[in-house]
T-cell receptor
Framework: EPEVTQTPSHQVTQMGQEVILRCVPI?????FYWYRQILGQKVEFLVS????????KSEIFDDQFSVERPDGSNFTLKIRSTKLEDSAMYFC???????????FGPGTRLTVT | QKEVEQNSGPLSVPEGAIASLNCTYS??????FFWYRQYSGKSPELIMS????GDKEDGRFTAQLNKASQYVSLLIRDSQPSDSATYLCAVKDSGGYQKVTFGIGTKLQVIP
């Protein structure tokens, strides 16, 4: 069964450093998403991506964040100048169409020290 | 701000019983509703989607939707210890948006 994959599973970085989180969505899916979950809190929407551009973003997704689909399979989230409060689980998700189910990857645990 | 409300629990049920999980949402125009299961330290795993009023059954799971009351529920029949997890209610925003808003989740404990 196809699944969303994410690398790395755990990333430790120092405050102020840049990190890139990588995702491979399900191959026939057209919509891609990033969510984050701070420990003990809700899963929060960050951004959606369709047809090689951002289609929607939340107030969390400020200039510190960017997304890219550098080739036909990868989907990345870049966080510039990380802050302590960026420590969270970051989940990539994909869906075949806009209103359909979103399938989540295993997540990347980002720890900013 | 669109809200999805769930009782965080824990909800404890004996093995073999029916677990009933409830969720209310604020976005009256929402059309797509999802239940995810999340084990501790893991990612959300899709269990059910429901789009129309009424019941939808899949194995031991039944999702119920009442748009007039802005209420979604999930019933788990013959609960097993392996069902012990946090169950997340998720509602897709209306108005052509792609964002899904999640509730805090209800922690379910199935007691052997």
């Amino acid at each position: 069964e196809p699944e969303v994959t994410q690398t790395p599973s755990h990333q430790v970085t120092q405050m102020g450093q840049e990190v890139i989180l990588r995702c491979v969505p399900i191959s026939n899916h057209l919509y891609f998403y990033w969510y984050r979950q701070i420990l003990g809190q809700k899963v929060e929407f960050l951004v959606s991506f369709y047809n090689n551009e951002i289609s929607e973003k939340s107030e969390i997704f400020d200039d510190q964040f960017s997304v890219e689909r550098p080739d036909g399979s990868n989907f990345t989230l870049k966080i510039r100048s990380t802050k302590l409060e960026d420590s969270a689980m970051y989940f990539c998700a994909s869906s075949v169409a806009r209103d359909y189910e979103q399938y989540f990857g295993p997540g990347t645990r980002l720890t900013v020290t | 701000q669109k809200e999805v409300e769930q009782n965080s629990g824990p909800l404890s049920v004996p093995e073999g019983a029916i677990a009933s999980l409830n969720c209310t949402y604020s976005d009256r125009g929402s059309q797509s509703f999802f239940w995810y299961r999340q084990y501790s330290g893991k990612s959300p795993e899709l269990i059910m989607s429901i789009y129309s009023n009424g019941d939808k059954e899949d194995g031991r799971f039944t999702a119920q939707l009442n748009k007039a009351s802005q209420y979604v529920s999930l019933l788990i029949r013959d609960s097993q210890p392996s069902d012990s997890a946090t169950y997340l209610c998720a509602v897709k925003d209306s108005g052509g948006y792609q964002k899904v808003t999640f509730g805090i989740g209800t922690k379910l404990q199935v007691i052997p």
